[in-house]
């Protein structure tokens, strides 16, 4: 997007969720949803489909109700309030064009229905298409326009009304693989330039990782866990969180006591020392990343395996290895002239138990 400088804007607001419950008929979608968005952060809702990410966020954008709790945008309840009474801008999936107006009428159509004067509206046109890049092309139609270009000019629309709140549902879901990486650099750009309050729903987490300060995973219409995403990769509240923010190995096994330590069994002939300050739940998986395990000899406890298959990824390899009952992951780094090892080959994998965590399923 555009270096243009961004217009002054008023002091950013926070947005807060508190104790929010939506049924529709017999379907629970919003489980006593309680979280809050700092001013001026990117933030984002992060889950499966069908998890009431898009839900909740229709909900802040007044398109559903709440049956409880409140949702506050800069500290007023706008609960009740109608979606052009709560100054929150909302970007669709879609991007919701209108095919038959050119961009710059597209962009100056929520400007019109506020009533503003002429004059306005077309600075504010300007204004909003020099942030996204797109001035140049404003008398084109949405079907001339490229993917990316569409989408530029779907947050044009929701920046000139100068909203308060961005929201942004899966923007860059219609987008191929490459374009969505240069697209979420701009729109990260976009809002810090803005200082604007922003919340994304994505279900990608790679999407969510890169562009986002807070994310709030979701399953089954409730917050799992709210962090940085360095935070929640690092320490998952469970097993769903670990599993969705990247691959995760977790190893079933059973909590032992050998003398005066305890153990963690798996299978008959692997035993793993429970590192003194831990507390595993009932019923815990090991659980570590595929980067935190290496093949061959160092330090770590010992896991002799099978490779089941392996993946040559550029960088790295990445392997499969059956432990038992069990298979996992383990990237080693790929170098020139290294001698990868074959399936079907006998292998150790080394754990340090430090590196692990214990996690209920």
């Not at 399953?219 to 469970?238: F, K, S």
């Not at 990824?313 to 298979?327: D, N, W």
């Not at 383990?330 to 080959?345: I, L």
Request: net charge neutral.
């Amino acid at each position: 997007m555009s270096d243009a400088t961004a217009p002054q804007r008023a002091a950013p607001i926070g947005v807060v969720i508190e104790a929010v419950n939506l049924s529709y008929g017999a379907n629970h979608v919003l489980k006593d949803v309680s979280l809050e968005v700092a001013p001026g952060e990117f933030f984002a809702f992060l889950g499966p489909s069908g998890c009431g990410k898009t839900t909740l966020l229709r909900l802040i954008a007044g398109f559903a109700r709440n049956d409880t709790g409140r949702v506050l945008v800069g500290g007023q309840d706008v609960s009740g309030l109608p979606p052009w009474k709560r100054d929150v801008g909302m970007v669709f999936q879609s991007y919701a064009l209108w095919p038959h107006m050119s961009v710059r009428r597209n962009v100056a159509f929520g400007l019109e229905e506020r009533g503003l004067p002429r004059d306005q509206i077309e600075a504010r046109v300007d204004e909003a298409l020099a942030l996204v890049g797109l001035k140049h092309l404003g008398e084109r139609r949405p079907s001339q326009l490229s993917g990316g270009q569409q989408q530029r000019v779907a947050v044009a629309r929701t920046v000139a009304v100068r909203p308060k709140v961005l929201l942004l549902d899966e923007p860059l879901s219609n987008l191929d693989a490459k374009l969505r990486v240069q697209v979420r650099r701009e729109l990260r750009e976009l809002q810090q330039s803005l200082g604007l309050t922003t919340i994304f729903v994505t279900h990608d987490q790679e999407e969510a990782n890169t562009i986002c300060d807070r994310i709030a995973v979701m399953a089954d219409g409730a917050v799992q866990q709210i962090g940085t995403p360095m935070a929640l990769y690092e320490r998952p509240a469970n097993l769903f969180v670990a599993n969705f923010l990247g691959t995760a190995n977790a190893l079933e096994g059973r909590i032992a006591q050998s003398g005066a330590e305890r153990v963690f069994e798996i299978g008959d002939a692997i035993r793993l020392p429970v590192p003194a300050g831990a507390t595993p739940p009932a019923g815990a998986r090991l659980v570590f990343r595929p980067q935190d395990v290496r093949l061959g000899e160092g330090p770590g406890v010992p896991l002799p395996g099978v490779v089941a298959h392996r993946e040559f990824l550029g960088a790295s390899i990445r392997y499969a290895v059956r432990i038992g009952a069990s298979e996992i992951v383990v990237d080693t780094p790929f170098r020139a002239g290294d001698a990868p090892s074959a399936p079907g080959e006998a292998v150790t994998v080394r754990l340090r138990p430090e590196a692990a965590l214990w996690l209920a399923a």
